[in-house]
T-cell receptor
């Protein structure tokens, strides 16, 4: 079945440093979504990427979808303490299909 | 944005009892709802896909007789954990797919279940 691997599992940064988490799928994806989950909270949708090679930005966050639609990354520039949480990628193999979540990257930002 | 609610947010029960969790889409019709389970510091694991008016589709390893799912309307799906045991203690999260925007799922706030 479809597998989505995400690295790193943990990332500790000083406030102001950049952060990147990577996602790789065992199969070609129809689309990939990114979620953020704060400690004790539920996943909150951040963005969806659909097109091969797509790049989207949300303020300090940059999302990329690989040319082969099998990998993706989330980059945060100049992290802030409000960025702490777990970032999950989730992909669908076919349109309207079920989401397969990556393991998540737990981000800690030290002030 | 679309809102999904879950009730209760937290429940503590004795071993052997059954617990019902409700998932509602508040401002859109959800033909499909998903039920996930998340253990501490782990990812979300899909348990089942719930389609309005039909039987749920369970993922491999999920006991359908233990986790009963009912999707009676376009805005409500319920998950009943029957004869709960301590190992069922987890964070249960539902999501609903907007019938008009098929590829976007909106997550509920989750239900923390503790079985004593």
């Amino acid at each position: 079945g479809q597998q989505v691997m995400q690295i790193p599992q943990y990332q500790h940064v000083q406030e102001g440093e950049d952060f990147t988490t990577y996602c790789n799928s065992s199969t070609t994806l129809s689309n990939i979504q990114w979620y953020k989950q704060r400690p004790g909270g539920h996943p909150v949708f951040l963005i969806q990427l659909v097109k091969s090679g797509e790049v989207k930005k949300q303020k300090r966050l940059t999302f990329q979808f690989g040319e082969a639609k099998k990998n993706s990354s989330l980059h945060i520039t100049a992290t802030q303490t409000t960025d702490v949480g777990t970032y999950f990628c989730a992909g669908t193999g076919t349109s309207y299909g079920k989401l397969t979540f990556g393991q998540g990257t737990i981000l800690t930002v030290h002030p | 944005g679309a809102v999904v609610s879950q009730h209760p947010s937290r429940v503590i029960c004795k071993s052997g009892t059954s617990v019902k969790i409700e998932c509602r889409s508040l401002d859109f019709q959800a033909t499909t709802m998903f039920w996930y389970r998340q253990f501490p510091k782990q990812s979300l694991m899909l348990m089942a896909t719930s389609n309005e008016g039909s039987k749920a589709t369970y993922e491999q390893g999920v006991e359908k007789d233990k986790f009963l799912i009912n999707h009676a309307s376009l805005t409500l799906s319920t998950l009943t954990v029957t004869s709960a045991h301590p190992e069922d203690s987890s964070f249960y999260i539902c999501s609903a797919r907007d019938g008009l925007r098929q590829e976007t799922q909106y997550f509920g706030p989750g239900t923390r279940l503790l079985v004593l």
